[in-house]
T-cell receptor
């Protein structure tokens, strides 16, 4: 079945460092891809999404490009801030509304 | 923005009792809501899809008689954990899809501890 694999954390960075969180997927058909973020004590929030190959989703300085050839949707940010510390989830929907999540990657940014 | 609330945020109960968790979409109507369970350091596991006015659709391996779902209105879905046991202790999260869109908005979650 469909699945999402993302790198284990925690990812620990200094402020203003470059961030990459890897995400690969397995799916039949053409899924939509998402990154969700969960800040401490809060619910998941949609960070960005891409619905077809080569689409780039972006929000709050974060970007991810839908790469069909490598079945990847890596999350990147050029300069992280302490306020970006959170858990990031990669997810897909494969033709239905059901979201399939990766295990989440905790990001810790230190000043 | 689209806000989804859950109540309660935390609940502790004795083994054998039932617990009801509410999920509300505060500023939009949601024909479809989802219930997830999240274990420590693990991903969200979809338990069931809740459709307003009809029976919930449960994922494989989820006991529908144990996790009762009611979606009686376009803004409210409830999850009742019946005869709770310690292994039901978990973080339960709901999400709601604004009618006419495909974006899920998540609630803040409910931490259930069964003693």
């Amino acid at each position: 079945g469909d699945s999402v694999t993302q790198m284990e954390g925690p990812v620990t960075l200094s402020e203003e460092a470059f961030l990459t969180i890897n995400c690969t997927y397995t799916a039949t058909g053409y899924p939509s891809l998402f990154w969700y973020v969960q800040y401490p004590g809060e619910g998941l929030q949609l960070l960005l999404k891409a619905t077809k190959a080569d689409d780039k989703g972006s929000n709050k300085g974060f970007e991810a490009t839908y790469r069909k050839e490598t079945t990847s949707f890596h999350l990147e940010k050029g300069s992280v801030q302490v306020s970006d510390s959170a858990v990031y989830f990669c997810a897909l929907t494969g033709g239905t509304d059901k979201l399939i999540f990766g295990t989440g990657t905790r990001l810790q940014v230190f000043p | 923005g689209a806000v989804v609330s859950q109540h309660p945020s935390r609940v502790i109960c004795k083994s054998g009792t039932s617990v009801k968790i509410e999920c509300r979409s505060l500023d939009f109507q949601a024909t479809t809501m989802f219930w997830y369970r999240q274990f420590p350091k693990q991903s969200l596991m979809l338990m069931a899809t809740s459709n307003e006015g009809s029976k919930a659709t449960y994922e494989q391996g989820v006991e529908k008689d144990k996790f009762l779902i009611n979606h009686a209105s376009l803004t409210l879905s409830t999850l009742t954990v019946t005869s709770a046991h310690p292994e039901d202790s978990s973080f339960y999260i709901c999400s709601a899809i604004r009618t006419g869109t495909d974006t899920q908005y998540f609630g803040p979650g409910t931490r259930l501890t069964v003693l």
